[in-house]
């Protein structure tokens, strides 16, 4: 199997989220995730998340990077704050607390582990296969 990884350096800014977001639509799109898949708008939603709460708590630069192979795309957001990352459960109308809780409804898997003096965020979106195509295992015939 073989896996691509590209990856982009993000400044310790607010403003770095947005060219995240560039940044990934691009990439994807060149990976041959359309813009118009609802993957790709998952994936960007992942990216913003997991860049801002680096950006955003830990004050530090951090580093994106995106795996695609193996039937999906891993995106992992490296900083170097030793701090695990902590979900937090918002309530009602609050503007923070979120974060995570999206990466885990919607990314098909998450964690984090250490890395170097630091720490890296990643999650995993498996690929569905492409309208017509079968998974592997399905039966080739449906039978009513």
């Known amino acids: 199997m073989q896996v691509l990884q590209v990856q982009l350096e993000v400044g310790p800014d607010p403003a770095e989220v947005g060219r995240a977001r560039r940044w990934a ?21 992942l990216i913003s998340e997991l860049v801002t709460n680096a950006v955003v708590h830990t004050g530090c630069p951090a580093v994106l ?8 795309v891993r995106v992992e957001v ?33 964690g984090w582990q250490r890395e170097g003096a630091g720490k890296s965020i990643w999650c995993e979106v498996d690929r569905a296969p492409a309208a017509g195509t079968l998974a592997q295992g399905s039966p080739s015939r449906v039978h009513c």
Request: proline share 6%; net charge negative; charged share 30%.
């Open 65 to 72: 990077r995106m795996l695609f192979g193996g039937g999906g």
């Open 78 to 110: 490296a900083d170097t704050s030793d701090r695990p990352p902590k979900p937090r459960h918002a309530e009602g109308e609050d503007t923070n607390g979120r974060g995570l809780e999206l990466v885990d409804g919607l990314a098909d898997r998450w």
């Open 25 to 45: 639509r691009s990439r994807l799109a060149g990976s041959g995730i359309g813009d118009d898949e609802p993957l790709a708008d998952t994936l960007v939603l």
